[in-house]
Nanobody, 121 residues
């Protein structure tokens, strides 16, 4: 089992920045590919970014150039630096752990509880 807990969300004005963290416990963090997803009200959960065990990075087109995913295996923590935030980035953000990087939520085995990010215009 892997337990994931997100933090760092909140309310920010458009153009601002936030950094999300996801603290992992349980099995060895470095053994997992990690990802961020988000879900806005009335919409399906969508892929944001993923990082492999060896640090390969993949982003959704909608966040490329604005968001940066990273991991610190010594601290068992995943990060998402979000810059130039837009109102359409408003959603509940989830971190997830799985065996391989993938853009499909169903490919990830473990999930955090989610954290709200609200971007005001």
């Amino acid at each position: 089992q892997v337990q994931l807990v997100e933090s760092g969300g909140g309310l920010v004005q458009a153009g601002g920045s936030l950094r999300l963290s996801c603290a992992a416990s349980g099995r060895t963090f470095s053994n997992y590919a990690m990802a961020w997803f988000r879900q806005a009200p009335g919409k399906e959960r969508e892929f944001v970014a993923t990082i492999s065990r060896i640090g390969l990075l993949y982003y959704a087109d909608s966040v490329k150039g604005r968001f940066t995913i990273s991991r610190d295996n010594a601290k068992n923590t995943l990060y998402l630096q979000m810059n130039s935030l837009k109102p359409e980035d408003t959603a509940v953000y989830y971190c997830a752990a799985g065996n391989y990087v993938n853009r499909e939520p169903s490919r990830y085995e473990y999930w955090g509880q989610g954290i709200q990010v609200t971007v005001s215009s």
